[in-house]
């Protein structure tokens, strides 16, 4: 029998409790319920010495707002980290998070995330950091919402979380193209028909409409992604 492959990821972050919501719910709480994901949460507030707990100090050199201090973040990766741990820093200048990355990180054993704040870091934690992952070209007001973003596209790529192991392949950004349209009943909704094709049951003939159909979609709403732009 073939053991299923399961994944832990663990929050280093100030503020676990915003986790508790899309952590416990649809794809992300059925892949903990089946024993296929496995999260933790440290805040390094832990590992202060101060009656206020202080994570964050001025930047040396002045400039405007605080900097995360070092020494409680790397007491958190020293608490969670194991010998196949791979460390990950939330940042807007890190690599750009895409369908491809997050499966490649599925295929992890663990992942430590790093949630920041503020001004982030100070640069000298990134000795311990294996790579940086932006979400996107925008600046939030922490971590913690692009480490949700990570683990549920994580979560939904673990082999019998989805209801379909193969749903996963089909979606889009798994290759070149988005995915193709989809319909539902009614069959006539406000005047607008479903296409007729997809009635027939000609699975060979619905299949090369749909293979069309993503292909022109992803023209008209995401050219860049395709090779062929003619």
């Not at 206020?52 to 980290?81: C, N, S």
């Not at 798994?174 to 699975?203: A, F, M, N, S």
Request: glycine share 8%.
């Amino acid at each position: 029998m073939t053991r299923r492959k399961k994944i832990r990821i663990d929050a280093v972050t100030l503020f676990p409790e915003m986790f508790e919501g899309p952590t416990s719910l649809s794809i992300v709480s059925r892949a903990r319920e089946k024993g296929l994901l496995e999260l933790g949460f440290t805040n390094p507030r832990e590992f202060t010495n101060d009656r206020h707990k202080t994570v964050d100090d001025r930047p040396y050199g002045g400039g405007a707002g605080m900097v995360l201090m070092a020494e409680p973040f790397y007491q958190a990766i020293r608490k969670v980290k194991k010998r196949a741990s791979k460390v990950l820093l939330m940042s807007p200048q890190g690599r750009r998070f895409d369908q491809e990355y997050a499966r490649r990180l599925s295929q992890e054993k663990h992942l430590i995330l790093l949630c920041g704040h503020y001004e982030g870091f100070d640069e000298r934690l990134s000795d311990y950091v294996d790579e940086e992952v932006s979400i996107g070209d925008y600046v939030l007001t922490g971590g913690e919402l692009p480490a949700m973003v990570i683990i549920d596209s994580i979560a939904r790529l673990l082999p019998g979380v989805l209801a379909k192991d193969d749903a996963a392949l089909e979606e889009s950004f798994t290759g070149e193209l988005l995915d193709y349209p989809q319909y539902t009943r009614p069959r006539v909704w406000r005047g607008k028909e479903t296409p007729e094709i997809l009635l027939g049951g000609d699975h060979a003939k619905i299949a090369a409409w749909r293979k069309k159909a993503a292909k022109e979609s992803t023209r008209r709403k995401r050219p860049d992604r395709l090779k062929n732009k003619v």
